[in-house]
């Protein structure tokens, strides 16, 4: 039996290194819509992208995180997912909804051959304040939203060993 999803999960590893290669834009749509429809907590789909292009933007944004935000600096494309939190309803499951569709666009950019890294963003701090305060006051998000994280986009410039089957640890899998 082919499982074409293992195919691209076994390729997928976090890629920090990026060529100056502009992504094409439709691709980066491609990827979006499938962040887009990833399940969320009742239904309620309260994640939102930011996608971000300017070099000088994306530099701004990696400041905001004071140990480990350079890493995005060579992408072409970063997305900030930001999830609702202002009510009691979104807020209570918005790590899971926001990991989740994180996950989605991590596995389709491996499926268009685009490198692609989560840069953790919650409980982390920035210059002054919060990494979350200080991207949110960058790029103008509004109240009632909170940065879980980032993900870099951008053609590989680095190569990592994909994963085999062999790699696949069922000692971790338990039945009943």
């Not at 350079?70 to 999830?83: E, H, K, P």
């Not at 993900?151 to 696949?168: C, F």
Request: one cysteine or more.
């Amino acid at each position: 039996m082919e499982n074409d999803l293992l195919q691209v999960a076994l390729r997928r590893r976090s890629v920090r290194k990026y060529s100056n290669k502009e992504l094409n834009e439709v691709i980066i749509n491609e990827i979006i819509k499938v962040g887009l429809l990833a399940p969320s907590s009742f239904g309620h789909k309260p994640v939102r992208f930011v996608v971000i292009r300017d070099k000088d933007k994306i530099k701004q944004v990696g400041e905001c995180k004071r140990m480990g935000g350079s890493q995005i600096n060579s992408a072409d494309t970063v997305i900030a997912v930001i999830v609702k939190t202002a009510n009691k309803r979104d807020a209570e499951f918005w790590i899971e909804d926001g990991a989740i569709a994180s996950a989605y666009i991590l596995l389709a950019a491996e499926q268009y051959g685009v490198g692609a890294c989560w840069v953790h963003i919650r409980n982390r701090m920035g210059r002054n304040k919060t990494s979350d305060e200080e991207i949110r006051a960058l790029l103008n998000v509004p109240d009632g939203y909170t940065v879980l994280n980032l993900i870099s986009l951008g053609e590989k410039a680095e190569q990592k060993r994909a994963y085999t089957k062999q790699d696949i640890d069922y000692s971790k899998v338990y039945w009943d």
